[in-house]
C-alpha cells in the first residue's frame, strides 16, 4: 500500500499541534493569576496567598517547559513538510515569528528566572514585577501567533507577485479581520482552562483535607470568576461564529451540518453527517435555531455545502461534532461556575462534596474544549491552508515521500510520550506535595550575603594563614 504524504504530513502536524495546544493554554490563564495572588500577597502581607503563589508557580514552570519542548517542532515542520508554503508565505510568517522572538521571548527570558527563584532573594517589587511580565510575555506570544493563524484563516493586505506573498499593508495583515475575535476567544479560553484547573486541584485538597485555608480561598475567588468568565465566553463565541460566517460560510455550513441552502435551518442537537450523500441521518435539531443564531432572523437564509465542490468541503463528520463537543462542554462550564459561586453566596460551598468532586473530574474539560475548538478551526478551513490562497496539497514539500513523513510521525509520537509521561509525573509530585510553607520575608532572608573583608575574617577567627600579622 502507498503511503499518502500529503495525508501523513496533516495527521503529523495535527498531533504536533494538539499536543502543543494545550500547555500555552494553560501557562496563559495560570501566569495571569500567579501575578494577581502576588498583588493580594505583597499588599495582604498574608502567608496564605504567598503558599498559593509560590504553589502555582512550581505547577507553571512544569508545564511552561513541557510547552516549550513540544512547540520546538513546530518551526522545523513548515521547512520538512510544508516548504513551499514556508517559501510562499514566508514574508508574512518571518516578520511575525521574529517580533514574537524578540517582544514575548525575550520579555519572558528576562523575568522567568526572576519569578521562579527569585522570591526573598530579591525585593517584593521586583517579584512582583517579573510575574508581570511574565504575563504579559505569554500574551504578547499568543498575539503573535493568533495573527499569523487567523491571517492564515482570512489573508488580507497582501497580493501575491512571482509566486510569493507581498504584504502591502502591515496594519491590515496583522489585524485581519478574523483576528480580534479568535485572540478575544483565546484569551478567555486561557483563563477558563486556567481557572477550572486552579478550582478542580483546590477542590481536590479542600476533599482531602490538606491546605484548606489556602485552598478555599484559591476555589471561592476562581469560581466567582469562572461565573463571569464562562457566559462571556459564549457571547464572544457568537460574535466568533458570526464573523466565520460572513468571511468561512462553507466552514459555518460544516459546524451546523447544512448541506443544502435553506432558510430557516434548524439548530441540529444530533445527526449523522454523509458526505457521500450529502445529507445527515438520523437529524434532531431544534426548527430555526441556527437561522435564529446566525442571522437573527428565523427566515435566514443559510448557505449550504453544496454551494461549492465536492473537494472543496472540509471534512463534515469531524467539523460538525467538534463543535458541539466544545459547545457542550462550554455549557456544562458555565453551569459550574453559576452553581459554584451560588454555593458560595451561600456559604456551603465547603460541605458540598458531590459539587467539589465533580469540579476535580473537570480538569481536563477546558483542555478537551480548547482541542475541539482548534478542529474546528483548523479542518474546516481546509483543504485550504491559507484560505482561498494555498490548498494543502500545493503547500507540500514536492520531494517529501510517504515513508518520510511516517518516520518523523513516529519519531515525533514517541519523543511527545517521553515528554508527557515526565511532566504529568512531575506535575503528580508538585500536586501530591501540596501546599507548602515558604521563607519568611526579612530584609536579608534568603539573600546572599557579601564577602566578608580581611578585617572581618581576620576578627571572625575564619581568615587563612596568610591574612594573619
Known amino acids: 500500500m502507498e503511503l499518502d504524504p500529503l495525508f501523513l504530513s496533516r495527521l503529523q502536524f495535527a498531533f504536533v499541534v494538539s499536543f502543543h495546544a494545550i500547555f500555552p493554554v494553560f501557562t496563559i490563564g495560570l501566569a495571569s493569576y500567579i501575578a494577581v495572588l502576588e498583588t493580594i500577597a505583597l499588599r495582604t502581607a498574608s502567608p496564605h496567598w504567598e503558599r ?35 517559501y510562499v508565505a514566508s514574508n508574512f510568517l518571518g516578520p511575525i515569528l521574529a517580533y514574537e522572538v524578540v517582544t514575548a ?43 499569523a493563524n487567523s491571517w492564515m484563516q482570512t489573508p488580507t493586505g497582501f497580493e501575491i507577485r512571482d509566486g510569493m ?10 489585524f485581519n479581520p478574523s483576528f480580534p475575535y479568535r485572540f478575544a476567544h483565546m484569551a478567555l479560553a486561557s483563563f477558563l482552562t486556567g481557572g477550572f484547573v486552579v478550582a478542580g486541584v483546590s477542590a481536590l485538597f479542600v476533599l482531602r ?22 457566559p462571556l465566553q459564549l457571547f ?10 460572513e468571511h468561512q460560510p462553507i466552514k459555518v455550513a460544516a459546524m451546523e451540518g447544512v448541506w443544502h441552502t435553506e432558510k430557516g435551518a434548524p439548530l441540529l442537537l444530533f445527526a449523522l453527517p454523509d458526505q457521500a450523500k450529502e445529507t445527515n441521518h438520523a437529524e434532531i435539531g431544534i426548527p430555526k435555531l441556527a437561522s435564529v443564531i446566525l442571522k437573527h432572523d428565523p427566515e435566514g437564509e443559510i448557505k449550504g455545502l453544496t454551494e461549492v465542490a465536492p473537494d472543496k468541503r472540509p471534512p463534515v463528520l469531524v467539523v460538525f461534532w467538534s463543535f458541539r463537543v466544545m459547545v457542550g462542554i462550554g455549557m456544562l462550564m458555565i453551569l459550574a461556575g453559576l452553581v459554584g459561586s451560588f454555593l458560595v453566596w451561600r456559604g456551603t460551598l465547603l460541605q458540598s462534596r458531590a459539587f467539589l468532586r465533580t469540579l476535580v473530574w473537570m480538569i481536563p474539560a477546558p483542555f478537551i474544549a480548547v482541542l475541539a475548538g482548534w478542529f474546528v478551526t483548523e479542518i474546516g478551513r481546509q483543504p485550504y ?38 511532566g504529568l509525573h512531575y506535575l503528580r509530585k508538585v500536586i501530591n506535595n501540596g501546599i507548602t510553607d515558604v521563607p519568611a520575608h526579612g530584609a536579608d532572608a534568603g539573600r546572599p550575603k557579601r564577602p566578608l573583608s580581611a578585617v572581618e575574617l581576620e576578627q571572625s577567627g575564619m581568615a587563612p594563614s596568610f591574612f594573619k600579622s
Open 52 to 86: 498559593l503563589a509560590a504553589f502555582w508557580i512550581k505547577v507553571f514552570a512544569v508545564v511552561f517547559g513541557m510547552g516549550v519542548v513540544s512547540g520546538l517542532v513546530m518551526a522545523f515542520q513548515f521547512g520538512t513538510n510544508w516548504s513551499n508554503f514556508a
Open 105 to 147: 521571548f525575550f520579555l519572558e527570558a528576562a523575568f522567568l528566572g526572576v519569578l521562579l527563584f527569585g522570591r526573598n532573594k530579591v525585593p517584593p517589587g521586583l517579584h512582583l514585577l517579573s510575574a508581570y511580565m511574565v504575563a504579559i510575555g505569554t500574551f504578547i506570544s499568543s498575539f503573535w501567533i493568533l495573527s
Open 165 to 174: 506573498v507581498h504584504v502591502t499593508s502591515w496594519f491590515e495583515a496583522i
Open 209 to 230: 483535607g490538606h491546605a484548606v485555608e489556602s485552598a478555599q480561598r484559591a476555589l471561592k475567588m476562581t469560581l466567582v470568576l469562572l461565573a463571569f468568565i464562562s
Open 236 to 245: 464572544i463565541g457568537d460574535m466568533h461564529g458570526l464573523n466565520t460566517l
Open 385 to 422: 491552508l491559507i484560505y482561498g490562497v494555498m490548498t494543502a496539497a500545493q503547500a507540500l514539500t514536492p520531494s517529501l515521500q510517504g515513508w518520510m513523513a511516517l518516520l518523523t510521525l513516529i519519531g515525533y509520537a514517541a519523543v511527545y510520550a517521553v515528554v508527557f509521561t515526565a
